[in-house]
């Protein structure tokens, strides 16, 4: 059974920094790339970042860039994200997910598996 699990949300000041982390098991994932995902309350879901299988290369939102950074370690189906210079209005649900390939890692439909989500949330 595959499962894909988010943890290290959590309550943070504007300006801070946070690190999250996502589990996947139940399959081999070597050909997955995998991508964080964020839902504010009251918003649509947004690409946030992601790590291809194809190059190993991290790929970013431009508004997250320079801020966030995305890593995985391939050996353990571990998908990392760690959040520095955190805003307000970034408060929401972190969500992570696993695709088949490389094609349409910005996409949130096209994903195949999904963890419950983290939350985040950034106030004072």
């Known amino acids: 059974q595959v499962q894909v699990a988010e943890s290290g949300g959590g309550l943070v000041q504007p300006g801070g920094s946070l690190r999250l982390s996502c589990a996947a098991s139940?399959?081999?994932?070597?050909?997955?790339?995998m991508g964080w995902f964020r839902q504010a309350p009251g918003k649509g879901g947004e690409f946030v970042a992601a790590v291809l299988w194809t190059d190993e290369n991290s790929y970013y939102a431009d508004s997250v860039n320079g801020r966030f950074t995305v890593s995985r370690d391939f050996g353990k189906n571990i998908l990392y994200l760690q959040l520095n210079n955190l805003k307000p209005e970034e408060t929401a649900v972190h969500y992570c997910?696993?695709?088949?390939?490389?094609?349409?890692?910005?996409?949130?439909?096209?994903?195949?598996?999904w963890g419950q989500g983290t939350q985040v949330n950034v106030s004072s």
């Open positions: 997910g696993a695709v088949r390939g490389s094609n349409g890692y910005r996409a949130a439909n096209g994903y195949d598996y």
């Open positions: 139940g399959r081999t994932f070597s050909s997955f790339s």
